[in-house]
């Protein structure tokens, strides 16, 4: 019987600052003693809790990234050590670039299709944001997004940089539908706010009901709340709308945002529920959005890319 030390449930998340120093403490000696598997367990523990500080998650994402590699998951490997600030990271990332050869390069046409890819288009598009080239950076980002091995947060941070390419591009319309559909991919106080911002300059926040009945009244309040950050008024006129008369598609609206909510929670079950109710019966483009999200990685709590700073759109920013 494996010696699971102090802790009797590695997959439970420490909730305290002492609770992620004893995790750490003993994914430490489970990697010590060969036990890899409990290592993996525990450290993954430490990189899903909010009390984490950041040099035990640091050290944590690195020894995940060494597990994964030598388990043969490459992908994995990739990801954790891209999130990790370990000097060992830099040069193991290096390695596992270095191993695959004929790497494509990135490009509008094509998504990506592994997670070094994924990293490759992003910093690409990067690279063409910096140098102002927007069409070539929003083509960048949206391929971006849309990679099957881009965690949430990848998404919503390249979202969030199509949309600012978008607003460069003069298509403020475009741009609001990026930042909106951000939202429940991000949990960076930042990027949120500054999403939520945005939307308001370019003519969002002021959702009107599409009928009379109670469901759509609280639908369109719930949006408003939605937008303007209010996370708790937007939960309560939502699941208000699930319960009250109206349209069917009206209430499988409501159930994609609740859905968005929990997931970003990491609620994943009831997220899913409503999630699938959305994908059953919302109208758009909740309803393409919902079918989109039942594609992430529900089971897989890799780190997402450390976000860099968004950078306010300049003022004269087109649609404001």
Request: charged letters at 20%; hydrophobic letters at 40%; proline letters at 5%.
């Amino acid at each position: 019987m494996t010696d699971l030390g102090s802790i009797p449930d590695p997959h439970a998340i420490p909730e305290t600052d002492a609770a992620c120093a004893e995790y750490v403490m003993e994914g430490d000696a489970a990697w010590e003693s060969g036990n890899n598997d409990l290592a993996y367990e525990l450290y993954l523990a430490v990189r899903n809790s909010s009390f984490a500080a950041a040099d035990q998650l640091s050290h944590a994402l690195l020894r995940l990234g060494f597990i994964a590699q030598a388990r043969g998951d490459i992908d994995e490997a990739v990801t954790f050590l891209h999130a990790s600030h370990e000097p060992a990271a830099k040069d193991a990332l290096h390695a596992l670039t270095n191993a695959t050869t004929n790497d494509p390069t990135p490009s509008v046409e094509q998504i990506p299709q592994t997670t070094e890819q994924t990293f490759a288009w992003y910093e690409a598009a990067l690279a063409a944001e910096g140098g102002q080239n927007f069409d070539l950076a929003h083509g960048l980002f949206e391929a971006t997004a849309q990679s099957g091995h881009a965690t949430s947060g990848q998404q919503g941070t390249a979202l969030i940089h199509s949309a600012m390419a978008l607003e460069r591009l003069g298509q403020p319309d475009a741009a609001r539908e990026r930042y909106q559909r951000c939202l429940s991919l991000l949990s960076d106080e930042d990027q949120l706010g500054y999403a939520t911002g945005r939307i308001h300059a370019l003519g969002g926040g002021q959702q009107t009901a599409h009928d009379s009945s109670p469901a759509a009244t609280q639908l369109a309040a719930g949006m408003v709340a939605y937008d303007n950050g209010d996370a708790a008024a937007a939960r309560a006129a939502f699941e208000a709308a699930v319960h009250l008369d109206g349209p069917a598609q009206e209430k499988a609206r409501a159930h994609y945002y609740l859905g968005a909510m929990d997931y970003q929670h990491r609620l994943y079950a009831n997220a899913r529920n409503h999630v699938e109710a959305a994908a059953a019966g919302a109208s758009e483009p909740e309803r393409g959005w919902a079918v989109a999200m039942l594609q992430w990685r529900w089971d897989e709590h890799v780190a997402a890319t450390p976000a860099p700073a968004v950078t306010p759109a300049p003022a004269a920013t087109p649609g404001e």
